[in-house]
């Protein structure tokens, strides 16, 4: 068991790191926290267990972490000096002395192909930090590469989710998760996790019937086939006979079975019920890990009040042992939603250090508290067979009800381009499926914009009814700010907020209208762009008009696309694979090459060779750079070894170029980094037709290569979280893109 946890927000980091580590963590947008989410994480030596016949996992574990790795006998003499590699011990060896390792220097993580038989060793499975489980042979990278990156504490996805305006989780109710993976990519559209009823869960038996508990074995298969078809969170419960459920209350030391194993899985969330002992509670709150919890009280009796001692007693009680804090109770009155309303504010002002509150009503009496929660509300799905709790709502029928309420008001979503943007341009018809498919009340249209002129995104933008835009492609911040008279007097003549990342990459392709006078309270101060003081506010007079911005909105300038590229660098390998190593940057100008290089900065990148393009101060910062002016420039690069050679080459430079991109990945290729268990990255970033393809020539040298698809279909995931606070799944984006998106 995890006798080492790591604190609830990761590893501390060190006051040697740099003020941009801070703020590429730190900045909120339209109440989304625009952060890449990578943390330093666990940073003891990795020793990885296997089963008979199963060696190779282990060099997939290396590879993921960017790695070396060999083979030991025991725990005996491994220390954190040997943090650099990734150890193998086989399953035999390990059972000799697991249980006397040095838990301050070592992490277990027991891995277990099912192929060979459920349940694991039981042995092990109770003494390792972790357990992965695989199918076997044909396994999702990106799923170890999720297990990996989140059980050291390398990603964290609570801060930015409790960060959002709205979330929602969904409850699978399918006796088999099977059932629900055809359709997974539609279910979960709006959703920011997937919750896993195990309680519902039927395991059948040989005599034809089920199980009455599914066991740890059936279960485990479950949470790994839900976790290789979605990269949302998952919220893993066992609901008690007492509160809907199907878990049996006379044993709680089965909750405490089942959700610690959760927590070795490297599940997300686990939804702990408030009626089990304290002991347990306290017990999986302080093994939970990079896990949150997720207290649960559910009132089925209909005598439960809001404006009682008891709700505020179950609520202190509540926050002993959770980070989330859910109350749901079945109402038949409508007023109750107006007393939980009093209730949730009476808390927010009387304990603002608590943990945040998730509470609704049920029943149809109590729909309308749904609409008005906004931490995890849960949701169902047409798709789905039951509904998992009385009176719950889809996420379209949610916003449908806020719109009908006027707190979704209507609004106009812009997605400019120019002339020669048109392939790398999403379809209207995409965003109005999303917008469709969430209930949306916003209108989508795709406008063409001068090259050189920007007039036409001011004047987008100075509308009421104007809801935020993407531009593609980006365009740089002094083009847009350059005589524009509307921009230069937002926020009172300080001009429109800039985030970090618009900040420092100079280029803008997401404009998101912050609604009020002021950000959310979460939300530290935007950086104004401070344009000239002196500039012309007339424009005033037209923003406080009836067709112009509300004068209680304003704008925000972010990037996206640095997201897309961190997530697409990270999708079969962990953050801490790109720490401290080169890289190779190629571009025909700094813009084009400016949201590259922030995002490596986010990767901690430790120096990068350039190609193209010289790099301005404010993206060279906390950076080592080194630029190719020259063949002998070029042959020293290629001839160092170990992290100084580049281990992720990113070509921003044309299709017309592909050639040169080509040439210079033989160059670099042949050899896989540091050691020749390590295999390194290439990103092709050119849209369009082109004289051959690097990508093959990438992949042919040893890169793991990537395109501009999987980059585009992140930043628009990004994207649609910026502009509208919902979530659509990079799974249902390149789903779409199979018509013709990309």
């Known amino acids: 068991m995890p006798a080492h946890p790591l604190g609830i927000n990761g590893a501390t980091l060190s006051a040697a790191e740099t003020d941009t580590d801070r703020t590429l963590r730190s900045t909120v947008t339209n109440g989304t926290r625009n952060t890449s989410g990578l943390q330093k994480g666990d940073t003891r030596t990795v020793v990885i267990i296997y089963g008979r016949g199963q060696e190779s996992i282990v060099s997939v574990f290396a590879d ?11 725990f005996q003499g491994i220390t954190s000096i040997e943090q650099e ?43 390792c930090d972790y357990e992965y489980l695989y199918p076997g042979l044909s396994f999702s990278r990106r799923d170890l590469a999720r297990f990996i990156s989140f059980t050291l504490g390398q990603i964290n996805h609570h801060d930015s989710l409790m960060s959002k305006p709205r979330t929602y989780f969904i409850s699978t109710t399918f006796p088999d998760v099977r059932a629900a993976l055809p359709n997974l990519d539609i279910l979960t559209v709006g959703a920011d996790a997937v919750e896993l009823r195990v309680d519902l869960l039927k395991e059948p038996l040989n005599d034809g019937t089920c199980a009455l508990i599914p066991s740890l074995s059936y279960v485990g298969e479950q949470v790994m086939l839900l976790r290789q078809r979605t990269e949302l969170p998952i919220i ?28 070795q899985w490297g599940v997300e969330y686990i939804d702990v019920e408030l009626w089990l002992p ?27 009040k809001w404006p009682s001692a008891q709700a505020e007693s179950i609520f202190l ?75 719950q709502l889809s996420a379209a029928e949610i916003n449908a009800a806020l719109s009908l309420l006027g707190q979704l008001p209507k609004k106009s979503i812009y997605g400019i381009s120019s002339p020669y943007s048109r392939i790398a341009t999403p379809y209207a018809p995409f965003y109005e499926k999303c917008f469709n498919e969430l209930g949306l009340p916003h209108q989508f249209a795709v406008v063409e914009r001068q090259l050189k002129d920007c007039s036409s995104i001011e004047a987008l933008c100075n509308q009421k009814a104007f809801g935020g835009a993407y531009l593609s492609p980006p365009v740089s911040l002094a083009s847009l700010m350059h005589n524009s008279s509307f921009f230069a007097s937002l926020n009172n003549g300080l001009g429109p907020s800039l985030t970090e990342a618009a900040r420092t990459i100079g280029m803008v392709d997401t404009i998101v209208v912050q609604s009020g006078s002021s950000p959310p309270s979460s939300a530290p101060p935007m950086t104004p762009s401070s344009p000239n003081k002196d500039s012309d506010t007339s424009i005033n007079s037209g923003i406080n008009g009836a067709h112009g911005l509300s ?87 290629r001839m160092v070894r170990d992290k100084a050679s580049p ?5 921003a430079l044309g299709p017309d170029k592909s050639n040169i991109v080509g040439m210079l990945v033989r160059v670099f290729g042949g050899s896989r980094g540091s050691s020749t268990q390590i295999r390194k990255v290439f990103l092709d970033l050119a849209d369009g037709p082109r004289k051959g393809d690097p990508s093959l020539i990438a992949e042919q040298s040893g890169f793991a290569a990537y395109g501009v698809a999987d980059t585009t279909a992140f930043t628009t995931v990004e994207t649609l979280r910026l502009l509208v606070g919902q979530n659509v799944p990079y799974s249902f984006v390149r789903l779409a893109s199979g018509q013709g998106m990309f």
Request: include cysteine; hydrophobic fraction near 40%.
């Open 317 to 391: 009680e509540s926050r002993k042992f959770a980070d989330i804090i859910k109350m749901i109770s079945i109402i038949s009155d409508h007023n109750e939603n107006f007393e939980l309303e009093y209730f949730r504010s009476k808390i927010r002002t009387e304990y603002p250090g608590s943990p945040p509150l998730s509470a609704v009503n049920m029943g149809e009496t109590g729909q309308f508290s749904r609409t008005l929660n906004k931490v995890f509300t849960p949701i169902t799905h047409p798709l789905l067979p039951i509904i998992a709790a009385p009176g």
């Open 647 to 651: 281990f992720v080459i990113i070509s």
């Open 278 to 304: 304290e002991h347990i509670r306290r017990r999986l709150y302080e093994k939970r890990g990079n896990s949150r919890v997720m207290s649960a009280f559910h009132d089925f009796s209909g005598t439960f």
């Open 64 to 74: 993921v972490l960017g790695k070396p790795h060999r083979m030991a006998d025991s």
């Open 236 to 263: 893993f419960t066992t609901r008690c006979t007492r509160e809907n459920g199907r878990f049996p209350m006379d044993n709680p030391d089965l909750y405490y079975e089942y959700l610690f194993r959760a927590i």
């Open 551 to 637: 004068p209680s909105s304003s704008l925000i300038f972010d990037n996206a696309n640095w997201r897309g590229i961190v997530s697409t660098l990270t999708r079969d390998l962990a953050p801490s694979a790109y720490s401290d190593r080169a890289a190779l940057v190629l571009a025909a100008n700094a813009d084009d090459a400016a949201s590259a290089m922030y995002a490596l900065k986010a990767l901690r990148i430790g120096k990068v060779y350039t190609v193209g393009f010289k790099t301005p101060p404010n993206l060279a910062r906390g950076l080592e750079v080194e630029p190719f002016n020259s063949l002998e420039s070029l042959q020293r690069a």
């Open 85 to 127: 590699l990734v150890l193998g011990i086989s399953l035999e060896s390990a059972k000799i002395d697991i249980s006397t390792r040095n838990r301050d220097a070592v992490v277990a993580i027991n891995a277990h192909s099912v192929s060979l038989g459920m349940p694991p060793d039981t042995y092990i499975s109770t003494q």
